[in-house]
């Protein structure tokens, strides 16, 4: 049910709502000075009750990662909170707003975060290309550090919390969270093995909670809320993913932007209530939350007869019906990501759509896993004769075989990233790709923006 | 030893950077920034710098420098235009921007104009899907282009 909401984005057309007087005039602050006064074990089962999902893609809970922390903290192995901000999933641009129109929400976030994992520094990790939000970061650091909200004493409480903000140089792997951590310390953007898992072995070696920012930008209002309040705003708290939360759309839609509300939206509120409908034609499908996301058709209907399934109660219906949710999504066969849809109209070719999808996989591949990195590169030259008209039928089925070969042989879900969109596209859109391959391409409108 | 050395007030600046860490090589990509700023590309005597600086290998420095798309190993122009082209700018045009830009710079992508004023760019996804189709000029955002407003941003460029 399409509920929309203004706690995320409160300020978020409010003159200078980026400003600590804007921010404390309605309140700011407040919970972050409580939150160092709680006890710890509270504040963390409150965070699980808040069933807050991580937002990041991934979709883990925040409250459960956070106790996943060993405790109490040992003197020489200090914890530290970082929070992902590398921004850089295609069709995502939500944190981004968030950085720049409430950077105090994110700041207070991460003095509440410190306090529930043991850390008394918190990097955030900005991608290099957004300046706009590193430089309203740092103003609102400035500012909270002036006010005593920041340093030795926050608050006059002796907990000491510093927060910084660490640049990328351009690297989408860098938004995975242990090529994040190795990015922070210095070295070359390579996603680590797991085992060990950052909250053992994290940030230089020592424990290390990871947030998505968005994440960490709903603990103040979770807290102020109370937990399980704030997980029955949701549509979906019966499943443990509560909350609001913040949609985009791109694309071919009317009113393209990114809009708060409830967990639990439908798709099809996304695109045609707060998306403003398809423009150029009829829907030809959409990529629910960022690219790494199976893309989902109109016509697909759920198939969920088993009373225990997650979507059984969509049994018969449209999938744009189903509430966006972490398992919701997962149990579609499509992932819930980042939550950015990206909708594609009739007039688009999807083969030209897939091709664009997999140049940037191909681009953004790390080169650490020969699956990955051979794979995604086939992927993309094979889609390449598929576009030029020149790709054969045996063709198609080759990658279905590479994409199977990426899948679960990747040290980290990149690769899982790209193969999981291209077998998306090749199961959805198998037809189109036949007939392109029989016409030599002239079945295609060879268009992506009519 | 080489002959790159940081200006002063950047040289403050690199002391703050170092503070935030609690080891040197974490600063690594921050003052390659920083390096960067001032040089306008990471030559190989900035990275033996910067090495030498932070107690590095400069093979560790070049292996970072040459991982991550943002760092010039080589000079570029004065301002550096980078046109989004993954999917959501695509479906709204970023085809016909950059062709635009290449027509009116006389240039490909990844190259330099010849009076060194510009280089142009593809980029993957810059986080503004939204305000398709967009491009960045520098530290700036464009959003919501047309090809008018991207003539009149090349017209301020090129003067």
Known sequence: MLRQTKYLSKHYDVQDGHRLSVYERDGGYQQAKRALQMDRQALVDDMKAANIRGRGGAGFAMGVKWSFMPWPPKPDRPHYLVINADEGEPGTFKDRTLMEKAPHLVIEGCIIGCFGIGAHAAYIYVRDELHLSKERLWGAIEEARAKGYLGKKPFGIDYPVEVYVHTGAGAYICGEETSLLNSLEGKRGEPRLKPPFPAQYGAFGMPTTVNNLETIAAVPIALEMGGDAFSKLSDLHNIKDGGCRLYGV????NKPGVFEACVGLTLRELVYDLGGGVKHGELLGVIPGGSSCPIIRPDDVVDAPDPKSPLHPWHGKSALDVPMGVDTYRALGTMLGTCCAIVLSDKVDPILAFH????????????????????????????DRMVAGQATLEELDRLHEIADNIMGNTICAFGEGTAMPALGFLRKFRKEMEQSIRTKGKSSTGVLAP | MTSFALSPERELEFEKILSRYPNRQAACIPVLHLCQEQHGWVSDEVIQWVADRLGLSSAHVKGVVTFYTLFNQQPVGKHQVWVCRTLSCALAGSDRILHHCEKRLGIHAGETTKDGKVTLRTAECLASCGTAPMMQVDKIYHEDLTIEQVDAILDRLTR
């Open chain 1, 250 to 253: 791109s694309g071919h839609v």
């Open chain 1, 356 to 383: 664009n999808l997999m140049r940037f996989y191909r681009h953004e591949s790390c080169g650490q896993c020969t699956p990955c990195r051979e794979g995604s590169a086939w992927i993309f030259r094979i889609l």
